[in-house]
Antibody
Framework: EVQLVESGGDLAQPGRSLRVSCAAS????????MHWVRQRPGKGLEWISG????????HYAESVKGRITISRDNAKNSLYLHMNSLRPEDTALYYC?????????????????WGQGTPVTVSS | DIQLTQSPSFLSASVGDRVTITCRAS??????LAWYQQKPGRAPKLLIY???TLQSGVPSRFSGSGSGTEFTLTISSLQPEDFATYYC?????????FGHGTKVEIK
């Protein structure tokens, strides 16, 4: 059974940094692209970043570009999101999601498994 | 960026009703569209991909159609467990944008 477990969400001050993690199990992690999706309180889903199976390709939404870095460690079956210069509008539940394929450039590849999310609150 | 517009944003329906949700893309995306269901406090769940392919385990009362810029999600006979928020997502651009969601509530 596919399991994705996020961790690392916290209360952080504006301008600070935070890293959230996603531990994967139940599938061959290095065969699949992975993504981060966030959901602000009471709002919809916002895709923010994706990474290919071998870290060869990474993409970011314009709203976070330059402030976040996605990475993965296939030896540890783990996905990471490092966020810098945090803003109050980064307050959200952060989900990791598994793509159904490994190539980030491939079209038509949905997100077939999701974690339960880790909450990030940015406030002074 | 490809924008997705869902309609309606909210709908009230009864058990047994046929429900249709529309998702319009700002440019053609062929059939590269997915639908997700999210219940309160839960992670999203993939229902349909490639516009009309049902994900394994999803009940057959859910169906999807469309291509290009206009897509629909239909629930043929609404069940109590279907009251949730539904999102479309385009899978054509590497910026995998979502629609703003359609909340389906009990009438």
């Amino acid at each position: 059974e596919v399991q994705l477990v996020e961790s690392g969400g916290d209360l952080a001050q504006p301008g600070r940094s935070l890293r959230v993690s996603c531990a994967a199990s139940g599938f061959t992690f290095d065969d699949y692209a992975m993504h981060w999706v966030r959901q602000r309180p009471g709002k919809g889903l916002e895709w923010i970043s994706g990474i290919s199976w071998n870290s060869g390709a990474r993409h970011y939404a314009e709203s976070v570009k330059g402030r976040i870095t996605i990475s993965r460690d296939n030896a540890k079956n783990s996905l990471y999101l490092h966020m810098n210069s945090l803003r109050p509008e980064d307050t959200a539940l952060y989900y990791c999601a598994k793509a159904s394929g490994g190539d980030l450039a491939a079209v038509g590849i949905p997100f077939d498994s999701w974690g339960q999310g880790t909450p990030v609150t940015v406030s002074s | 960026d490809i924008q997705l517009t869902q309609s309606p944003s909210f709908l009230s329906a009864s058990v047994g009703d046929r429900v249709t949700i529309t998702c319009r893309a700002s440019q053609g995306i062929s059939s590269y569209l997915a639908w997700y269901q999210q219940k309160p406090g839960r992670a999203p769940k993939l229902l349909i991909y490639a516009a009309s392919t049902l994900q394994s385990g999803v009940p057959s009362r859910f169906s999807g159609s469309g291509s290009g810029t206009e897509f629909t999600l239909t629930i043929s006979s609404l069940q109590p467990e279907d009251f949730a928020t539904y999102y479309c997502q385009q899978l054509d651009s590497y910026l995998r944008t979502f629609g703003h969601g359609t909340k389906v509530e009990i009438k």
